[in-house]
């Protein structure tokens, strides 16, 4: 009898670590998309397409790690700081352009950043660097 007891103890220990394993991971955040383009403004959390942000800087300001940043045709004046690991994407290279104005660094990934994923868009004018990385940084 105590060897059917303690197998049906450790069937019950295995279920409720299961149980704990598998609400940990339902409970885990869902990456979010936030939302940029030029005719936006720099209020609310970036989360609809019909209400975005203006700034890609504010719109990371939003974000938390894991979160998509989609940003629109046009042209973004001014450099970003990167504290976050993000994907920033764009319209298409041709269409959306992220402009120095001649800072010295246009994109910074911060240390706290573990990784950048940039896709289809233009980095230029840079006053020295247009993306510094100390991370894993991927650009499509």
């Known amino acids: 009898m105590s060897r059917k007891l303690l197998v049906l103890l450790s069937v019950v220990v295995c279920l409720l670590l299961l149980s704990?394993?598998?609400?940990?991971?339902l409970a885990a955040p869902q990456a979010a998309t936030r939302y940029v383009a030029t005719n936006g403004t720099d209020t609310g959390d970036c989360?609809?397409?019909?209400a975005p942000c203006a700034t890609i800087q504010y719109a990371h300001d939003q974000a938390d790690a894991g979160d998509t940043i989609q940003i629109a045709a046009g042209t973004y004046l001014g450099s970003v700081i990167l504290n976050r690991s993000i994907t920033l994407e764009g319209a298409g290279a041709a269409t959306t352009i992220v402009d120095g104005a001649g800072a010295e660094m246009v994109m910074q990934m911060a240390a706290a950043a573990n990784s950048?994923?940039?896709?289809r868009l233009t980095v230029r004018n840079g006053g020295r660097y247009g993306i510094v990385s100390g991370g894993n940084t991927l650009i499509e």
Request: charged residues 5%; without cysteine.
């Open 116 to 119: 950048l994923t940039v896709r």
């Open 47 to 50: 989360g609809s397409a019909a």
């Open 20 to 25: 704990s394993v598998m609400q940990a991971v």
